[in-house]
C-alpha cells in the first residue's frame, strides 16, 4: 500500500511540474480566454516592443475606413486639415496605418507599463465623410469628439466609450460587450444595437416619435420612453442580455 502512495504522490509532482513549465514556456497566452481578461480597461501586451508615432496619412474624402485601437488611451478629433493624422506614445511598435486607394486601414495597440500608459490622437479632416467606417475598441479608454460617414459597424470590448456626437446616415450597427459606452447626439436612420453585459447611453438626436423601437432582453435593463404615435420611419433594434440600456431622445 505504501509502494501505491508513493507512486501517486510522484504523479502527482510530476503533473504539476509539466504544467507549470507549460505555462512557462508558452506564455500567459496560453491560458484559457476567461483568465486572459483583465478589468478596469487595461489589457497585458509584450514588453519592450513601445515607440512614439507621429503620422500622416492621404485619403480621399469618401473612404472607407478601418479602425483598430487595442490597450490603450484613445483620442478622435476633427480639424481643419488635409490628411489623417496620429500622435501616439508608448504603443505597439507593430502597427497598420495605410492606405490603399480605397480602404484606410488603421490599427495601433498600446503596451502595457507600470511607469508608461499608452496614448493616441487621431485627427480626422472636416471635410472627410466617411462611407463605411469599421470600429473596433478593446480593452480602452476612448472619446471621441466627431465621427461621420454612411455606414457603421462598431465593436466595443471591454472598454469605456464615450462620443460626442455620431452622425450615420443610413445604418449603425453597434455591438457592446462588458464595457461601458456612452453616445451624446447620435444621429441616423437605422440603429442596431446589441448589448452584452456591459452600460449603453444614448442621446438620439431626433425626438421621439420619430423611431419605432423594438428590443429583446429578459435579464436586462432597457430604458426607452414610450410613443403615444410614430410618424417617422427611423428605426431602433435592441437587443441586449444581462446589460443595462438607456435611451433618450430630443427633448427628454
Known sequence: MKIYKCIALVTLILGLALCVGGVLMNGLDQ????????????????????????????????????????????????????????EGSHVNKDYDFKYNGQVADISFTGVTHKKETSKLTLYIPRNIQFNHIDLDIDASKVTIEDLQCNQLEMESDTSKVTIKHLLVKENADISNDMGDLEISNLDTYNLDLENDMGNVSLVMAD????????????????HVSDASQVIGNKNIDIDTDMGNVTIHFKGE
Not at 208 to 222: A, I, P
Open 31 to 86: 491560458l484559457p480566454g476567461e483568465a486572459q481578461k483583465v478589468t478596469n480597461y487595461v489589457k497585458f501586451k509584450s514588453f519592450g516592443k513601445a515607440k512614439d508615432v507621429n503620422l500622416e496619412l492621404g485619403v480621399d474624402a469618401h473612404c472607407n475606413l478601418d479602425l483598430e485601437l487595442s490597450a490603450l488611451n484613445g483620442k478622435i478629433v476633427y480639424y481643419d486639415g488635409n490628411t489623417i493624422k496620429v
Open 207 to 222: 425626438t421621439r416619435d420619430q423611431y419605432k423601437v423594438t428590443k429583446d432582453g429578459s435579464m436586462s435593463s432597457v
